[in-house]
């Protein structure tokens, strides 16, 4: 069956480092666009950044662009998300998603990143 599973949050000081993973399975991964998507407390979901299928193309969100970087290996089938110059505002859970056309969409069950010292 199709998973996405997402790790490597958890609690950082501002200013640090978290890179978060997501391991796919079930599905043909290079064939899927990735994005990793937040949700803070008391807001709604929001996409922080995406990355086609081979890579060639990324996006970000304003307010993670400069600070966050996303990367995928086909090989492994995993996409990743290096956050760097953390911030208590970035404190979220955080959810890769595969997405192909219209009709195959995939989310993972998130992960928790909090930003505090």
């Known amino acids: 069956q199709v998973q996405l599973v997402e790790s490597g949050g958890g609690l950082v000081q501002p200013g640090g480092s978290l890179r978060l993973s997501c391991a796919a399975s079930?599905?043909?991964?290079?064939?899927?666009?990735m994005s990793w998507y937040r949700r803070a407390p008391g807001k709604e979901r929001e996409l922080i950044a995406a990355?086609?299928?081979?890579?060639?193309?990324?996006n970000y969100a304003d307010s993670v662009k400069g600070r966050f970087t996303i990367s995928r290996d086909n090989a492994k089938n995993t996409v990743y998300l290096k956050m760097n110059s953390l911030k208590p505002e970035d404190t979220a859970v955080y959810y890769c998603?595969?997405?192909?056309?219209?009709?195959?969409?995939?989310w993972g069950q998130g992960t928790q990143v909090t930003v505090s010292s």
């Open positions: 998603k595969a997405d192909r056309g219209t009709y195959y969409s995939y």
């Open positions: 079930g599905f043909t991964f290079i064939s899927y666009r």
């Open positions: 990355i086609t299928s081979t890579a060639s193309s990324t």
